[in-house]
């Protein structure tokens, strides 16, 4: 089924328009059978999914980085196998990728990402930036701007967004553009386009529960930003990204968190809630604290639920161990709480107090003991 659908498609294109088959959340053997039918370009959304892939599928594929990528993945993404990264859209971006190319003697081919219908939900810079753009790259020895890259938005003429963004090409003399997908690639060809990447015409119809815990991860990805790897593998503080995220900050001042070692970010909290209710997936934010007299930090864990099913992302800096499925929210409290008591089990007196409850972001803040007293008022769970 696969292979005549690619070979339907490549016979109703022109020769000079690659196919590229988006094959995020697919398995190896569709992906397989795609390339048993004489595919070799793929693009994937996900940085550990695209490593995972490349590392099981045969080695003449030609990868493209489609997604959103952060910085703190682009040397996960600097290799032979990726041939172009499609979604390039800031200067602190084009840099990092310019530094780890650098590191590894190999010149790295982009595509800037356009925002070209000016869409708040949607990633890429604006037309009129992209002048600028170019020229700061200029200075990025270790970069190759191939081309542009957009996502259209979603409406009955997509045509007149696709005309700009060839214009824009062939204004700055850049060769490739990469637009289309399975719902208007044909009027991208139609403008000029040089890349489509379709998914669902080639593979099917998408699995949405698996997206929806994908979307999850990705968002934790980009909330997850506060500290770094320092040369001996310890976590500190990077403020280059505390800087990025302005809205952030820690509940108590920096002489109470010294003194009680008890730090608690509600506004991270509340944007990381405020993201899963964006893209329409409900979650629950449990909060733990554990009062043994040692004031050790508390814990927040945020729980999903996606269809009617419970899930609970086990994570902490950078380091995700593992989503937990359960038949109902009771079952899955409770395993957060036994979880967190195994990894005390070694810091805490036998006489301590353990208090897990519902998230609710007090409106101003609060001293130490006032946290404490605030906690004790909620509804316990546990």
């Given at each position: 089924m696969i292979k005549e659908k690619i070979n339907s498609i490549k016979n109703s294109?022109?020769?000079?328009?690659?196919?590229?088959?988006?094959?995020?959340?697919?398995?190896?053997?569709?992906?397989?059978?795609?390339?048993?039918?004489?595919?070799?370009?793929?693009?994937?959304?996900?940085?550990?999914?695209?490593?995972?892939?490349?590392?099981?599928?045969?080695k003449d594929i030609n990868w493209h980085m489609i997604g959103h990528l952060q910085t703190n993945k682009v040397k996960d993404c600097i290799r032979n196998e990726i041939v172009l990264i499609h979604s390039v859209d800031s200067i602190k971006l084009a840099k990092e990728i310019d530094k780890e190319s650098k590191k590894k003697n190999k010149i790295t081919n982009i595509l800037i990402e356009i925002n070209i219908g000016n869409e708040d939900s949607k990633f890429g810079i604006s037309p009129s930036e992209l002048e600028d753009f170019l020229e700061q790259i200029k200075e990025l020895s270790n970069i190759n701007v191939e081309g542009l890259m957009c996502v259209a938005p979603n409406t009955n003429d997509t045509s007149k967004y696709f005309r700009q963004m060839n214009e824009l090409a062939r204004k700055y003399n850049l060769k490739e553009l990469s637009m289309g997908m399975t719902n208007d690639y044909k009027e991208a060809i139609n403008e000029g386009s040089t890349m489509i990447r379709l998914g669902t015409l080639i593979f099917g119809e998408r699995n949405y529960m698996k997206e929806k815990i994908d979307k999850i991860?990705?968002?934790?990805?980009?909330?997850?930003?506060?500290?770094?790897?320092?040369?001996?593998?310890?976590?500190?503080?990077?403020?280059?990204?505390?800087?990025?995220?302005?809205?952030?900050?820690?509940?108590?001042?920096?002489?109470?968190?010294?003194?009680?070692?008890?730090?608690?970010?509600?506004?991270?909290?509340?944007?990381?809630?405020?993201?899963?209710?964006?893209?329409?997936?409900?979650?629950?934010?449990?909060?733990?604290?554990?009062?043994?007299?040692?004031?050790?930090?508390s814990h927040t864990f945020l729980t999903y639920s996606v269809d009617n099913i419970f899930y609970w992302f086990e994570h902490s800096w950078y380091n995700y161990k593992g989503i937990h499925k359960y038949n109902n929210e009771k079952d899955m409290l409770e395993d957060i709480k036994n979880k967190f008591i195994d990894s005390r089990k070694d810091e805490v007196d036998e006489n301590y107090k353990l208090y897990l409850y519902e998230y609710k972001k007090p409106n101003y803040h609060i001293s130490c003991d006032e946290f404490y007293e605030y906690i004790k008022t909620q509804k316990r769970i546990i």
């Amino acid at each position: 089924m696969i292979k005549e659908k690619i070979n339907s498609i490549k016979n109703s294109i022109p020769n000079n328009v690659k196919l590229i088959a988006v094959s995020k959340t697919k398995s190896v053997e569709d992906i397989l059978e795609a390339y048993n039918a004489g595919q070799r370009d793929f693009g994937e959304n996900k940085v550990q999914e695209l490593i995972n892939k490349i590392d099981k599928l045969p080695k003449d594929i030609n990868w493209h980085m489609i997604g959103h990528l952060q910085t703190n993945k682009v040397k996960d993404c600097i290799r032979n196998e990726i041939v172009l990264i499609h979604s390039v859209d800031s200067i602190k971006l084009a840099k990092e990728i310019d530094k780890e190319s650098k590191k590894k003697n190999k010149i790295t081919n982009i595509l800037i990402e356009i925002n070209i219908g000016n869409e708040d939900s949607k990633f890429g810079i604006s037309p009129s930036e992209l002048e600028d753009f170019l020229e700061q790259i200029k200075e990025l020895s270790n970069i190759n701007v191939e081309g542009l890259m957009c996502v259209a938005p979603n409406t009955n003429d997509t045509s007149k967004y696709f005309r700009q963004m060839n214009e824009l090409a062939r204004k700055y003399n850049l060769k490739e553009l990469s637009m289309g997908m399975t719902n208007d690639y044909k009027e991208a060809i139609n403008e000029g386009s040089t890349m489509i990447r379709l998914g669902t015409l080639i593979f099917g119809e998408r699995n949405y529960m698996k997206e929806k815990i994908d979307k999850i991860m990705t968002i934790m990805e980009e909330i997850d930003y506060g500290f770094k790897d320092d040369q001996n593998n310890n976590l500190v503080e990077d403020d280059d990204k505390w800087n990025d995220f302005s809205k952030f900050y820690y509940l108590l001042s920096p002489e109470e968190l010294l003194k009680t070692k008890c730090g608690v970010c509600w506004d991270q909290v509340e944007l990381e809630r405020n993201l899963f209710e964006k893209n329409n997936i409900d979650c629950k934010t449990y909060f733990i604290y554990i009062d043994d007299n040692k004031n050790l930090p508390s814990h927040t864990f945020l729980t999903y639920s996606v269809d009617n099913i419970f899930y609970w992302f086990e994570h902490s800096w950078y380091n995700y161990k593992g989503i937990h499925k359960y038949n109902n929210e009771k079952d899955m409290l409770e395993d957060i709480k036994n979880k967190f008591i195994d990894s005390r089990k070694d810091e805490v007196d036998e006489n301590y107090k353990l208090y897990l409850y519902e998230y609710k972001k007090p409106n101003y803040h609060i001293s130490c003991d006032e946290f404490y007293e605030y906690i004790k008022t909620q509804k316990r769970i546990i």
